[in-house]
């Protein structure tokens, strides 16, 4: 070959060779060039995300709804299945604004001002009373309306259900009251002898009278069957503003624009047409008394006044008990809760509140109209978490004011919930009750499946072996049970004098126990009650034991300020955690067993190496006594914590940053537990009540959707999404 067909030979080699590099470097210019707009993609998509949180946290005060879309639009603009793609603000700021999420539905038909509203006894209905002339019956679940009833055009001011919930009246400004069949509407009796506008009515606990309250200035009761006039009351000198017997129905109290309320014998006043004096008169507020409402059990009397208190009135004798202050304006409404526990109050602050009945401390604001509040009303069917009110604004709303993000709450017996368990297959929620029993929930549904009463409870874990469901308690006889968790039945009693901590094996063949006498904790055979081995080393009570992941080691928490690793075969002590100034009152192992989480009550929890025992992190952030800790279990990378502070908080557990906090407004938090998935968070409070919450993205997401009753609205989606129409919900 020669050398000039050598060359003609290399030079198309050489140009392939060129055009080859050209293309590799034009490829990594195109993959770098995509890489550099997926960062900055993901640079906007991240920063817009915080705008947004930080919009919600901006709204959360002023309208919850919109705290939710724009915390919601936050956390879904850069959310990724199976990614941790979500900004950790757009996570808070969900969260909060899930917490804020009271409101449950928005009921939307009349015309004007809604003046009324109440609960049938069942609490499935509600009557709303409107200034446009008509009542409105809703279902109290769905918020569907059910039927109108129609008033005079100048309005009606107030209804109330019968007791047997089969008849409804309503206070009509023609200066009459009418009742009317509570399931078709037909109007039943039509109540004439007022020559001022009705402004409430009120049936007696037996059915069997009605009562109302005029601006006329008196106040007459009816027989509620025949329409016959049985008394008038006078007394006030203008408008009679409330209305209500007593539970038992001797006596009637009544409010007055005079600035009075006043009790009356019920009982003795049973002559047509005759006066009345009243047995006690309060005075107290300054301006017009609004409203009047008995205490379940009778013994007090709580008023609404233009003043903008709320005074709780011993009902005998007239003495003033408490006096709530906190409305910036006019209350115009008062409600005991069912139990007697709490009262709501609505005012021209365009604000629905709720109190310590007893001390008269705010619980709770709820926010969400966009005029004054008129009216308000407990369900009677539960705790006192489900309530109405009624507004100017035209529309009336229906809350839920036993924690805006809990999934589900239930109610024990009496006395604090001081430990919460899930069944390995995360079906079952196990509660226990200070100096009561052990229950199982279903805790999809809220229902109690089995309670466990043969001994008092302190404490309660679930065996983790799946195909048997069994489940133990620490009893404060200070033995310890074994039971089925299926048919409730007592397997084994262990004479454990414990009233300390309860753990079991992985394996499920071991149990734990501790001791508050001599400092000890105990290791059992759980197939044959013996005890296996005896931990001692502690200076002090013993409060938390857990085993590690693989059951080779064991960790105590005790009120000597340390907590200790020991060998689960053995009994030998391997570490001693120091660092904490107070009682360890909890512990538990990451998943990997790596770490120990340590909670105490020098206010921190506390991350440590268990290899070395070194502190790794000293989580701050509450304000009291941090009571129980846990991992979430498919990673470990979140620790729960449980104080006496009323929240419980989620940490990262690589930073210690705080994720987010869930705050129980009804008790400070005792205990806390993750679903065996991690996508729930259940909690137990001294108040005898026990929440699931989401603890995953997913799950959150799912909620804050559920809590949604609006979209966008244009005016926002041009302030805050930037955009000229509204894009669907997120």
Request: glycine share 10%; with cysteine; aromatic share 8%.
């Amino acid at each position: 070959m020669t050398e000039r067909t050598v060359s003609a030979v290399k030079a198309p080699r050489r140009l392939v060779v060129g055009l080859s590099l050209a293309l590799v470097v034009a490829v990594g210019f195109a993959v770098a060039a995509g890489v550099w707009a997926y960062r900055a993609d993901r640079q906007a998509r991240v920063a817009q995300a915080r705008e947004w949180a930080a919009d919600a946290l901006t709204a959360l005060g002023v309208d919850p709804e919109r705290a939710l879309l724009l915390a919601l639009q936050a956390v879904t603009s850069t959310y990724a299945p199976g990614q941790d793609s979500v900004v950790p603000e757009a996570e808070a700021a969900l969260h909060l604004a899930l917490q804020s999420a009271y409101l449950r539905l928005t009921l939307r038909a009349h015309t004007d001002q809604v003046l009324g509203v109440a609960y049938s006894p069942d609490g499935l209905r509600l009557v709303t009373a409107s200034r446009d002339g008509t009542a409105s019956v809703w279902d109290a679940v769905s918020g569907a309306q059910l039927f109108t009833l129609s008033g005079p055009k100048r309005g009606v001011f107030g209804a109330a259900f019968s007791p047997d919930g089969t008849r409804l009246a309503t206070a009509d400004w023609d200066n009459t009251a009418v009742v009317w069949d509570a399931a078709t509407g037909a109007e039943l009796l039509r109540l004439t002898g007022h020559i001022g506008a009705v402004y409430a009515v009120a049936f007696s606990p037996d059915g069997t009278r009605l009562a109302t309250a005029s601006g006329d200035g008196k106040a007459k009761v009816w027989d509620a069957q025949t329409g016959a006039l049985i008394f008038t009351l006078r007394g006030h000198f203008g408008v009679v503003t409330g209305i209500t017997f007593s539970p038992d129905g001797t006596h009637l109290a009544t409010s007055g624009q005079d600035g009075t309320a006043r009790v009356w014998d019920a009982a003795s006043l049973t002559e047509l047409g005759q006066a009345g004096e009243s047995v006690v008169t309060f005075t107290g507020h300054i301006g017009a008394v609004t409203d009047i409402v008995y205490s379940p059990d009778g013994t007090r009397l709580a008023t609404s006044g233009a003043d903008g208190t709320t005074q709780v009135w011993d009902a005998a004798t007239g003495a003033v008990q408490v006096t709530l202050r906190g409305h910036s304006d006019s209350v115009t409404s008062v409600a005991f809760s069912p139990d007697g526990l709490r009262l709501a109050t609505s005012g021209y602050d365009q604000t629905v509140r709720l109190w310590e009945a007893e001390t008269g401390a705010e619980q709770l604001t709820l926010v969400g109209h966009e005029g004054a509040v008129v009216a308000v009303a407990f369900s009677p069917v539960g705790g006192g978490e489900q309530l109405a009110s009624a507004s100017a604004d035209g529309t009336a709303k229906v809350w839920n004011a036993g924690g805006g993000e809990a999934l589900l709450t239930v109610t024990g017996p009496a006395n604090a919930v001081s430990s919460v368990a899930f069944s390995p297959d995360g079906t079952r929620l196990a509660t226990a009750n200070y100096d009561s029993s052990a229950t199982l929930w279903d805790a999809a549904t809220g229902q109690a499946v089995l309670t466990l009463a043969a001994h008092t409870a302190g404490s309660v874990v679930f065996s983790p072996l799946a195909g048997s469901p069994r489940v133990a308690t620490m009893n404060w006889d200070r033995s310890v049970s074994v039971w089925d968790a299926a048919t409730g039945a007592e397997l084994l009693n262990l004479n454990a004098l414990t009233n300390g901590g309860l753990a079991f094996s992985p394996d499920g063949t071991r149990l734990a126990t501790t001791s508050y006498w001599d400092q000890t904790a105990t290791i059992w055979d759980v197939a044959s009650g013996a005890a296996r081995l005896t931990l001692t080393g502690h200076t002090d009570t013993i409060y938390a034991i857990a085993f590690s992941p693989d059951g080779t080691r064991l960790a105590t928490g005790s009120g000597d300020g340390t907590a200790k690793l020991w060998d689960a075969k053995t009994g030998e002590e391997l570490l001693t955690f120091k660092g904490h100034t107070d009682s360890v009152f909890g512990v538990a192992f990451s998943p990997d067993g790596r770490l120990l989480a340590t909670a105490s009550n020098d206010l921190t929890a506390r991350l440590w190496d268990t290899a070395t025992g070194k502190e790794r992190l000293v989580l701050r952030g509450h304000t009291a006594a941090v009571m129980a800790v846990a991992f979430s279990p498919q990673d470990g990378t979140r620790l729960a914590t449980a104080s006496l502070d009323k929240t419980a908080i989620v940490w990262d557990t690589a930073t210690g940053t705080n994720l987010y906090s869930l705050t129980d407004q009804a008790g400070q938090v005792l205990a806390l537990a993750f679903s065996p998935d991690g996508t729930r968070l259940a909690t137990g409070n001294d108040n005898n009540t026990a929440r699931i919450y989401p603890a995953s993205i997913e799950e959150l997401m799912v909620v804050a959707r559920a809590r949604l009753t609006r979209t966008w609205r244009l005016e926002e989606c041009q302030q805050y999404l930037h955009t000229p129409t509204c894009p669907p919900t997120p």
